[in-house]
């Protein structure tokens, strides 16, 4: 069944085009040449992340086509492509892409906070964003605009559909207020399951822009979603997301938190972050290995100075006892290390010891940790005072019996249950 689109696609559509015919008439003759309905070459291949759209399960139809059909973004999917196809230079194209990417998180995250009528996927799922946002990459990497368009002006492009779609170029708070910043994550391991949403992100988007009134002081929350991609953490993408946030000023922030999704049935408040990459288990969206072992740990090429370990400053005591129904919380001080002289990866349930190599911070040695210790880094440069640290939140988990449905009552109320225990924990550390 395909959806009506919803009053906010409308409007997107709207906007959409009104932004094309403004930028477009800025340059046109007197003679406007006819709208063009099709730029795109299919015969340019996306990345790995890219060509799982089109993935089903069992050979069926895609389920990525599915998700954005039941989530409504497949039609700012189709606003976007129809933008570029009538866009008439390349100042005019990274205006409209802005544009476009700061409206899709607009959509998501007000779709995450409002009801949504069956056959439409809940509110609280992640998953359409992350597509829309893959088809749209994909949409530029395969466009053939009307003019001259180099690999670095493409490239830059998609820097600024990701920038954008992902609350980094929208988190400003609004004056007076106690300002926090909340970061998640997009799905992983999509080889394993194409159906996977991350609760981190669906958490991101029910609490971006919410205002909540604690104890006669009022919060902002903003927040940000980060992708699973070992390139784009190479790139600093963590740093220019939160260093405006510890830096004097008025988007300084009163609290970082980042979040990922961790382990079965526990909210973990991770107190130790490693600064190494160690998971050769499983690459990154676009499978690609961080390159370390839990022998042999490496730093990324663009990691900042900074010591092996990094310790959060969030109230994780006050936070462990947040109500987080069926889950429980855990103070997580495990950390894996290579102790001082020695080779051997050692298990350390207290935390690291003088001069050890980071092998798995609390939160191990994948991004989730990496985010942790370049939040907690950047919060050691800018304003060592910030109550700053990471969140490992439930996996997101189908009904066992569940194998070919994109979604279930187990899987959304599992989703509601993990989402509802963010907003506790964030809740109980503000006090």
């Known amino acids: 069944m395909r959806l009506r689109p919803s009053s906010l696609s409308r409007s997107l559509l709207v906007g959409a085009l009104a932004l094309t015919t403004v930028l477009t008439s800025a340059q046109a003759p007197a003679l ?20 799982r759209l089109d993935n089903g399960i069992a050979g069926g139809p895609s389920v990525p086509a ?52 069956a056959p439409a996927l809940p509110p609280t799922d992640d998953r359409g964003l992350y597509w829309a946002r893959i ?23 998609i820097r600024t559909l990701e920038y954008s779609s992902r609350g980094i170029t929208s988190t400003r708070f609004s004056p007076g207020v106690k ?29 971006d822009g919410q205002r909540w009134q604690l104890g006669g002081t009022t919060y902002e ?17 963590v740093e220019n997301a939160l260093a405006p946030h510890y830096r004097p000023g008025p988007q300084h922030a009163d609290m970082v938190m980042t979040a990922s999704q961790g382990r079965v049935g526990i909210f973990d408040l991770e107190v130790f972050n490693g600064r190494r990459r160690s998971v050769s288990s499983i690459g990154d969206n676009n499978n690609l290995w961080g390159g370390g072992t839990q022998s042999a740990p490496v730093v990324s090429p663009s990691m900042p100075p900074g010591p092996e370990w990094l310790t959060a400053s969030l109230p ?15 103070v997580n001080t495990s950390v894996l290390e290579i102790p001082a002289g020695q080779t051997v990866p050692v298990r350390q349930p207290l935390g690291p010891t003088p001069g050890s190599i980071a092998s798995e911070g609390a939160g191990g040695g994948y991004l989730s940790n990496e985010v942790a210790y370049r939040n907690t880094l950047q919060r050691d440069l800018l304003d060592p005072l910030m109550p700053a640290g990471h969140l490992h939140v439930p ?7 569940n194998k070919t449905e994109i979604t279930d009552p187990t899987y959304e109320a599992n989703r ?9 924990v964030l809740r109980t550390a503000l006090g």
């Open 32 to 51: 406007a040449a006819p709208v063009r309905t099709g730029c795109f070459d299919p015969a340019v291949i996306g990345t790995v992340e890219e060509q």
């Open 66 to 117: 599915e998700i954005l059909a039941r989530s409504g973004f497949d039609k700012h999917v189709e606003v976007f492509t129809n933008v570029l196809c009538n866009l008439p230079n390349r100042l005019a194209a990274q205006a409209a892409v802005r544009a476009q990417g700061e409206a899709l998180w607009r959509a998501a995250t007000h779709r995450a906070q409002h009801p949504q009528l």
């Open 135 to 157: 088809s749209m990459a994909l949409a530029l990497r395969q466009w053939q605009p009307g003019f001259n368009l180099s690999t670095t002006d493409r490239a830059e492009l």
């Open 179 to 207: 300002k926090i910043v909340v970061t998640g994550f997009d799905p992983f391991t999509l080889d394993a399951d194409i159906r996977i949403g991350n609760p981190s992100g669906a958490s991101a988007l029910s609490l």
């Open 221 to 237: 929350i903003q927040t940000v979603v980060f992708p699973v991609r070992y390139t784009d953490f190479d790139e600093n993408m």
């Open 316 to 330: 994780t005591a006050r936070m462990a006892q947040a109500d987080v129904t069926p889950f429980r919380t855990r």
């Open 395 to 401: 996996v997101l988990q189908f009904d066992a019996a």
């Open 416 to 424: 509601d249950a993990i989402v509802r225990g963010v907003h506790s």
